[in-house]
Nanobody
Framework: QIQLVESGGGLVQPGGSLRLSCATSGFSFREYAVAWFRQAPGKERQFVAANRWNGNSVYYEESVKGRFAISLDNPKRTVYLQMNNLKPEDTAVYYC??????????????????WGQGTQVTVSS
């Protein structure tokens, strides 16, 4: 059974950092892509970052490039999202997802079949 469980969210001041974790089970990073999405209040869920082919291909949403980094820890079966220089507009519920997207769907929800429950990130002074 495939499971994804996020953790690490919280309240942080602008300019601060957080590291989100997604504990996974039931699938191989070699065969599936993993991604982070986020959803702010009143907005659609948005792609943040993805990691495919066990780390050989990485993708980022334009507004987080240079600030966020997605990584895998294979022995721990965990996906991380390191978030630096956080801004108020980064406030959202962050979701971990897995699936087998093709190139045209890797930045879209339909590319992923299984989702975690989400973790809240709030950036505010």
């Amino acid at each position: 059974q495939i499971q994804l469980v996020e953790s690490g969210g919280g309240l942080v001041q602008p300019g601060g950092s957080l590291r989100l974790s997604c504990a996974t089970s039931g699938f191989s990073f070699r065969e599936y892509a993993v991604a982070w999405f986020r959803q702010a209040p009143g907005k659609e869920r948005q792609f943040v970052a993805a990691n495919r082919w066990n780390g050989n291909s990485v993708y980022y949403e334009e507004s987080v490039k240079g600030r966020f980094a997605i990584s895998l820890d294979n022995p721990k079966r965990t996906v991380y999202l390191q978030m630096n220089n956080l801004k108020p507009e980064d406030t959202a519920v962050y979701y971990c997802a897995m699936g087998r997207p093709i190139v045209s769907t890797i930045r879209t929800e339909r590319g992923y079949s299984t989702w975690g429950q989400g973790t809240q990130v709030t950036v505010s002074s």
